[in-house]
């Protein structure tokens, strides 16, 4: 059986797409998409992903508005917060350490949950 080999892409709609790509870039460094194809495209890091659909009445996003989160692997969750507080952007940190990591939560400037994870070595 042929099996895709990752994800090659993550599309949303947005109220302001290119005020929210520069959000991203800014904050997390997720590159922006290229204009043409002789730029590079974010080129993120070999490691695992986890592809879960949930039931349509779940908490874990959050606002049950909100269709999708994603979750970013970072290697320095304490590094990542103390960044991201320092643009004043609100940080929840799960103060449990799972079998897995760690992990903490924010929100894009349109709401969308974002959960950073600090895999364990």
């Known amino acids: ?15 302001d797409p290119a005020k ?4 991203y870039a800014q904050h997390l460094g997720v590159t922006q998409v290229p204009t043409d194809y002789d730029q590079p ?4 890091q070999a490691g695992p ?3 879960a659909p949930f039931e349509n009445n779940t908490d874990y996003f959050g ?18 917060i103390a960044q991201l507080r320092r643009d004043g952007i609100e940080v929840t940190v799960d103060d449990t350490d799972y079998p897995n990591g760690r992990f903490a939560r924010l ?5 969308n949950p ?8």
């Open 1 to 15: 059986m042929e099996k895709v080999t990752g994800i090659g892409g993550l599309f949303f709609r947005a109220e």
């Open 20 to 23: 929210l790509a520069s959000w």
């Open 41 to 44: 495209p974010w080129i993120q």
């Open 49 to 51: 992903t986890v592809f």
């Open 63 to 80: 606002d049950l508005s909100k269709q999708w989160m994603i979750n970013f692997r970072v290697d320095d969750l304490d590094r990542m």
């Open 107 to 111: 929100k894009d400037p349109e709401g």
């Open 114 to 121: 974002i959960e950073l994870w600090e895999a364990v070595d």
